[in-house]
């Protein structure tokens, strides 16, 4: 199964960190965001990624063209409709996934590879994404996306200002091909952005289903704002500090 990776947006919320800089490219204890996306995604046994550019997309293409990306096989994907929302970077992939089923993350979320590794153990015959039921506390409930799930474990209710929830979305998907579909309707007739939020509403309007995989427990960070920044580089530095046992130099 093929990767997707969002990292076209601008950023805006990050500004001015994001006026010369795609946010992918900020340093989160000496690497870039993006850096730890790939990472998991090899990790959690990926061999092919499209990462989808938009902003700044010189940079960031760069960059890819010459990190070994943890020996995965990087394809740099141009969305020429970023600014209509992240929803157009999945569709913009559709050619590098081609008629299978894929795996989209997104840039600016730092996230282990057992979330990917989870996702996959799910059938793959279905729309899934991650959501963490434990979430309490931290930056990610400062403006999170929220689910409302049924006895299922499916996604009736999605967004930002739901009042009543059971998780919190990760950001994670797996996608079935017939998604396109449903982003052309998107891109045709609707006025607004075309977000992964508006994709996902639609589909469960339209009776596909939208499944979960709970991975609450596994460590995840959305990056969005300077303060999300702050929070990330504190916590992965605790992180990388060695674990010295009581008796044990």
């Known amino acids: ?37 790939i990472e998991a995604f090899a990790r959690a046994g990926f061999e092919e990624l499209g990462v989808v550019l938009g902003h700044n997309e010189e940079m ?7 990190s070994l990306n943890h020996g995965v096989a990087v394809c740099c994907v141009h969305n020429e409709q970023y600014q209509r929302g992240n929803g157009t970077s999945v569709y913009a992939a559709r050619a590098f996934v081609g008629s299978e089923p894929f795996v989209v993350s997104m840039a600016d979320h730092l996230i282990s590879p057992q979330i990917l590794s989870a996702l996959l153990a799910r ?38 200002r739901l009042k009543r ?41 339209c009776g596909d289903e939208l499944h979960t995989s709970d991975v609450s427990g596994a460590f995840w960070l959305d990056v969005d704002t300077p303060h999300d920044l702050v929070y990330a580089r504190r916590v992965l530095a605790l992180r990388a500090r060695p674990v010295h046992l009581e008796g044990v130099p």
């Not at 950001?171 to 952005?193: K, M, T």
Request: hydrophobic share 40%; net charge neutral.
């Open 123 to 160: 059938p793959c015959d279905r729309h899934i994404l991650c959501v963490d039921r434990e979430m309490k506390d931290g930056p990610a409930l400062d403006d999170p996306t929220k689910v409302w799930l049924d006895t299922q474990g499916r996604v009736r209710r999605i967004g930002k």
């Open 165 to 205: 929830w059971h998780a919190v979305d990760v950001g994670v998907f797996l996608f079935q091909p017939r998604v396109f579909s449903y982003i052309e309707d998107l891109l045709e007739h609707a006025n607004g952005p075309c977000s992964i939020t508006a994709l996902a509403r639609h589909m469960i309007a």
């Open 60 to 66: 960031l293409g760069c960059y890819l063209r010459e």
């Open 1 to 37: 199964m093929k990767g997707v990776i969002v990292a076209a947006g601008l950023g805006l919320r990050l500004s001015p960190l994001t006026e010369n800089c795609p946010k992918p490219l900020l340093l989160v204890q000496g690497r870039p965001l993006i850096d730890y996306t």
